[in-house]
């Protein structure tokens, strides 16, 4: 398994500079077209609005690669730490009883006392190799966000320091909120609309429609270009 690696700063994330790379793309092109002296205006107008469509296109695809990415970064993060009963599927019936029934017991102790008594069932869990009981009191901890103490056993126990605090900057950022936000809203939001890709598809089925001609409505949903009354 390839295991996800952390977020680079928006500076130097591949899809953040791609996204940035398709705003200027889309600027240069479309200036070159509108300044092409040697195409008419309704050829001008269907090129910079497909421009403007691969625009919109590269943003969303990098938006998603992005998304894709923090998302699988979190499950690696959120996997690492050991909550729920942990039966293996292929336990036989007996052995997820007797799991079940130590993981139940060890929640139940875990709900019982305070933070302070978590901490020290924690403690004593590692130090006698009781899963059952590690497991109760992180599951705990992260239903009732009690970060301290998941922090207090991943700083002892994971290569990967600092994990708590990634795994809350990741869930934040996927919510749209967190110190992020601001690059994301700069980086993933097209370019206003071109005003061809407005008028391309208002015209493209008419041949003979120019980007100039608002066209009249002669019956409901039917326009006509290039007739006056």
Do not use: C
Not at 24 to 31: I, M
Not at 125 to 149: C, I
Not at 180 to 188: A, P, R, T
């Amino acid at each position: 398994m390839t295991i996800p690696q952390p977020m680079p700063h928006p500076n130097e994330d591949a899809d953040h500079l791609a996204a940035r790379a398709s705003k200027q793309t889309f600027v240069a092109k479309a200036r070159a077209v509108r300044e092409n002296l040697g195409i008419s205006d309704r050829l001008k107008t269907q090129q910079v609005s497909d421009l403007y469509d691969t625009h919109v296109q590269e943003t969303a695809d990098a938006y998603e690669r992005l998304t894709t990415r923090r998302r699988d970064r979190l499950a690696y993060l959120e996997s690492l730490v050991p909550v729920g009963a942990g039966i293996a599927e292929d336990a036989t019936p007996a052995d997820k009883a007797v799991l079940m029934t130590a993981f139940r017991t060890a929640w139940k102790e875990a709900q019982e006392v305070d933070r302070a008594g978590r901490m020290r069932m924690l403690a004593e869990a590692e130090r006698f190799g009781d899963d059952a009981a590690r497991r109760a009191v992180l599951t705990f901890a992260v239903d009732h966000g009690e970060m301290e103490t998941v922090r207090a056993w991943t700083d002892l126990h994971l290569d990967e320091k600092g994990m708590v605090d990634e795994a809350r900057t990741l869930r934040e950022t996927l919510a749209g909120r967190g110190p992020l936000h601001g690059f994301e809203w700069k980086d993933f939001t097209p370019v206003p609309k071109a005003r061809e890709a407005y008028d391309w598809p208002r015209i493209k089925d008419h041949p003979e429609a120019q980007p100039s001609d608002p066209g009249r409505e002669v019956r409901p949903g039917v326009i006509e270009f290039g007739r006056r009354r």
